[in-house]
């Protein structure tokens, strides 16, 4: 390892990796925050962070004391502007771009309600939100007219699923029922369960056994029509095994193995062309390069055949699963198809620096700057204290690179002669 080399590489990789930590990575971080959100989700974030923000402001820098005097300035404090401004930094973390254009917009809204329209509208989120910018409806209402998700405002999906688009400008007021109901209005059972209670207003749906889509009870037996791969048979549901049927289409080099309801296709072992299951037993036709030994498909060992398979100066056969290679000898190496002679380098001399690591490289490098630093000191002395100087810097030095932690190393392989 040389000195110069070394130095230059650490310097160019940590060079590179601040760049990218405080320009390449924030700019990535920034776009992935930065994408378009909603609007009203937005807006209601700010208005929960304001509410966040006004907690933990309320009777900030009073402690205690003149109960007079923090009566009058407290109540200066909960309505200013410095207040509003501390309020306001926190709204939004800072690489949300979304949300600090909003605040920007909306800066004036802000301030009036504050200052003008605090007491009379408490709830920021309805006055701001609702009323004012327009980008939220209120719960069970959507689009840009706020009408009502299917269903009725009062109880959209009927309780059992989400209306899309439910308290936005956005959506289509349809319903996403929730597992195991269905509808318009999400006031059916869906495939695989069945209606445990029902009245005109509420419906609990239960879950049927495993391979029933239509169903009575929980129980196996009470199945009306089963799921697919299933087959009705006495009120339960069995399994049909694709594998003994012409059901299943497997690949060539393929086998069939049964599932609950399904099948799957599985690859034959390497020395099966067709197979009935897993291993080379099981193999209907060897593949080229097996052959089949009692009930099992083996490897043939073409090395061993009478007409030699390599020909070539300096090669031999070696075996291989299935096939084989010609390879070149031991101390030849193959150079455009030849089995060339290997020739031996004459191992270069070491520098000096050759075998250090980097930890070492550190030591030295502090070793050799305090003897520099020691010697410049020394250079502003008078008479025999420049002697004197230079001789106590190198002691100085010297035992700073001998009780410096990263030397243990190096003085570990010197005492193993390393």
Known sequence: MKVSPLLSHRLFISTVLWFLLYSVVPLLFVEAIATKQDSCQICRRITENFKKGMEKTANKNFGGGNTDWEKKNLAKYEISETRLLEIIEILCESMNFDCNQMVEQNEEHIEKWWFKKQEEHPDLFQWLCLDTIKVCCPPGTFGSD??????????PCSGYGQCDGDGTRSGTGLCNCDPGYAG????????????????????????????????TGPEDYKCQECKVGWLLHDGKCIDIDECGTELASCKAGQYCVNMDGSYECRACDKA????????????????????IDGAKCLDIDECNSE???CNGAHEECKNTDGSYVCACVDGY????????EDKLTPASEEGLFDNVTEDEMVVLQ??????????????????????????IGAIAATAGYWLSEKSDRLIDGFLKGK
């Open 333 to 340: 190496s193959k150079k455009d198809g030849i089995c060339v």
């Open 184 to 215: 318009s209005i999400c006031m059916e059972c869906s495939d695989g369960y069945f209606e445990q209670s029902r009245n005109d207003t509420q419906l609990v749906c239960q879950e049927c056994y495993k391979s029933c889509k239509v169903c």
């Open 272 to 291: 099966c062309s067709t197979c009935m299951g897993a291993g080379p037993s099981r193999c209907k036709k060897c593949n080229k390069g097996y052959q």
């Open 307 to 309: 007409k030699p398979l």
């Open 146 to 155: 706020c009408s009502s998700c299917t269903g009725g405002s009062t109880r």
């Open 366 to 391: 502090q070793m050799f700057f305090g003897v520099i630093i020691c010697a410049l000191a020394t250079l502003a002395a008078k008479g025999d204290m420049v002697f004197t100087s230079i001789f």
